[in-house]
C-alpha cells in the first residue's frame, strides 16, 4: 500500500511534467527557472541548517554555505544596486512581515491598496486574513485608486492621509506595489509628502523584481523606497523565495526581524539558486526584460483587436508582464480560468477594480490576468503573442470547445522546448530529473 503510493507520487510528479511541457503557461506570478537553477536546487543544501549570517552561524557544517550565501548578497547588491541585501527570506510575505515587524508596531496604520485595486493578501487587513492586519496588528488604510489611469491617485490619496492624521489615525508605514501590477506606481510623486509626514516607505517589487533588475520598469530604491521586498520566482526566474533590499542604516533592523524574528533556519538550496538566477539576470536580465513587456503589450494588443476588453489601454494596456483582461462580457473569469486550463493554457481568474460593488467575487471575478515572462523565457516573441491571442478568442468568444483547442496548443508549444536567457540550455524547460 505504502510502495503503491510511493509511486503514484512519482506518476504524478511525472505527468504534471509532461502536462507543462504541453501546456502555455499564463499566470503571472510563475516563472520557469533555468535548468542550472534547478540542479542548484536539488543539492544537499536544502537538507542543512545555517541559521543566523554568514561567519556567525548558529550551526556547524555552514563552510561552503557561507560562501555561498555571501556571493548571493554580492549578487543581489549588483543586481539591484541596493546597499544592503538579507537574502534569507523564505518567501515574498515573509520578506513582508520582516519589515512590518521591524519599522512597525502593532496597531499601527498602514497605507496599502485593496486586492481588487491590485493589493496583495500579505498587506490585508484583519478580517480578510491579511497578513499584516492578522499576523503583526496592523490597520490597513487604501490609497486612492484610479480605475482609468490603473494607478494609485496621487492627490486623493494624499487627501485621504490629511484626513487620518486629522482624526489621529496617522499612517506609519506605505506599502507600494501589488499583485495586479500594470504601471509603475507614483512613489516619487508620494515621497516629499509621506516623508514630510514621517511615514516610512516600503515597495513591493514581488511580481515585478525581475522587470527592475533588468532596468524596465520603476527603480524604487532612486525613488523613496526605504526598502523593498520581493519574491525570487515571479518576472525574476529564480527558486521559490524571498529577499529584503535596503539601506545600509536599516541593516542592523532588518536582520535581527528576518532571524530570529520571522525564520529560523532559512533555505538554503534556494539561497544557492537565487545566486545562480542573479548571475544569469546580471547576464542576460534586461534583454530578458525588454522582451517581456514586449510580449505583454503585444498580447493585449491582439486580444483588444479582436474585441476583448483588456484594462489600461489608455496608457497603453501594460507596462509590466502582465495583461488584465475584462472578460464578463462573455461569463466570468472562474468560468473561464477552467476551459483555458482544460485547453492546456495555465492562467488565473482576477478580481478587477469595481467587482466586488458589481456583486462578483474571488470565485467568480469579472477578469483573466495572463503574464508574459515564462512564455518569454521559452523563447516567444510577439508573432506567438497573436497566436496565444487566437487560442484565447477561440474558447471565451468562439465558444469552441477546449478539447479543439487543445490539440493545436500542443503542436504550438512543442517548438518552444528549451530555457533561454540562461548560461546552459542543454535539457528541456520542463525535464523530469530522475536521481532515484
Ligand atoms: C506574490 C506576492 C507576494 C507573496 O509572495 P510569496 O513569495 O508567494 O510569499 C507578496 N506581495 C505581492 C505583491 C505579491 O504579488
Same mark, same amino acid.
Given at each position: ?62 563552510? !561552503? ?77 487604501? &490609497? ?33 506595489g ?14 516629499? !509628502? ?9 515597495y513591493d517589487s514581488?511580481?515585478v523584481s525581475?522587470?527592475i ?15 523593498m521586498?520581493l ?159 487566437? &487560442? ?45
Amino acid at each position: 500500500m505504502s510502495r503503491e503510493k510511493y509511486n503514484q507520487v512519482f506518476d504524478l510528479l511525472e505527468k504534471h511534467h509532461k502536462w507543462f511541457s504541453e501546456s502555455i503557461p499564463l499566470i503571472a506570478s510563475e516563472n520557469i527557472p533555468s535548468p542550472a537553477v534547478r540542479e542548484a536546487y536539488a543539492s544537499d543544501f536544502g537538507n542543512r541548517y545555517a541559521e543566523g549570517w554568514p561567519g556567525e552561524r548558529v550551526y556547524a557544517g555552514c563552510k !561552503f554555505i557561507d560562501e555561498v550565501e555571501l556571493i548571493t548578497i554580492d549578487l543581489a547588491k549588483k543586481l539591484f544596486n541596493a546597499e544592503f541585501a538579507d537574502v534569507r527570506p523564505i518567501s515574498g510575505v515573509c520578506a513582508n512581515l520582516a519589515v512590518y515587524s521591524a519599522f512597525t508596531n502593532p496597531n499601527d496604520t498602514m497605507m496599502a491598496l485593496p486586492i481588487p485595486s491590485g493589493g496583495h493578501i500579505s498587506h490585508g487587513q484583519k478580517k480578510f486574513s491579511g497578513t499584516a492586519g492578522l499576523v503583526h496588528g496592523l490597520n490597513i488604510e487604501y &490609497f486612492a485608486f484610479d480605475r482609468e489611469e490603473m494607478n494609485i491617485d496621487v492627490d486623493q490619496s494624499k487627501q485621504r492621509i490629511e484626513k487620518l492624521i486629522e482624526n489621529n489615525n496617522k499612517p506609519t508605514f506605505a506599502m507600494f506595489g501589488g499583485s495586479l501590477f500594470l504601471f509603475p506606481h507614483p512613489m516619487k510623486e508620494l515621497k516629499d !509628502f509621506l516623508q514630510s509626514h514621517d511615514i516610512f516607505i516600503c515597495y513591493d517589487s514581488a511580481h515585478v523584481s525581475g522587470l527592475i533588475a533588468g532596468k524596465q520598469f520603476q527603480d524604487p530604491l532612486r525613488e523613496g523606497a526605504q526598502t523593498m521586498t520581493l519574491s525570487t520566482h515571479k518576472t525574476l526566474p529564480g527558486p521559490q523565495g524571498g529577499m529584503v533590499l535596503s539601506f545600509d542604516k536599516y541593516a542592523e533592523d532588518i536582520k535581527k526581524s528576518v532571524f530570529p524574528g520571522n525564520t529560523s533556519n532559512h533555505h538554503l538550496h534556494s539561497v544557492a539558486g537565487k545566486a545562480i538566477a542573479f548571475a544569469e539576470m546580471i547576464e542576460f536580465g534586461e534583454e530578458y526584460s525588454v522582451q517581456t513587456v514586449k510580449n505583454a503589450r503585444a498580447l493585449a494588443e491582439a486580444l483588444s483587436s479582436k474585441g476583448i476588453v483588456v484594462l489600461g489601454e489608455k496608457n497603453g494596456f501594460t507596462a509590466s508582464h502582465q495583461i488584465a483582461v475584462d472578460v464578463s462580457k462573455y461569463g466570468d473569469g472562474g468560468k473561464f480560468e477552467h476551459e483555458l486550463e482544460e485547453a492546456n493554457l495555465i492562467a488565473n481568474r482576477q478580481l478587477l477594480p469595481g467587482d466586488i460593488k458589481a456583486g462578483r467575487d474571488y470565485k467568480r471575478p469579472g477578469g483573466i490576468r495572463l503574464g508574459s515572462s515564462e512564455v518569454t523565457r521559452l523563447g516567444m516573441k510577439e508573432s506567438e503573442m497573436q497566436e496565444i491571442a487566437n &487560442f484565447i478568442h477561440r474558447i471565451i468568444v468562439k465558444k469552441e470547445t477546449p478539447e479543439n483547442v487543445k490539440k493545436d496548443i500542443i503542436e504550438f508549444r512543442s517548438q518552444f522546448t528549451k530555457v533561454h536567457y540562461a548560461f546552459e540550455t542543454l535539457s528541456d524547460a520542463y525535464k523530469y530529473i530522475k536521481i532515484r
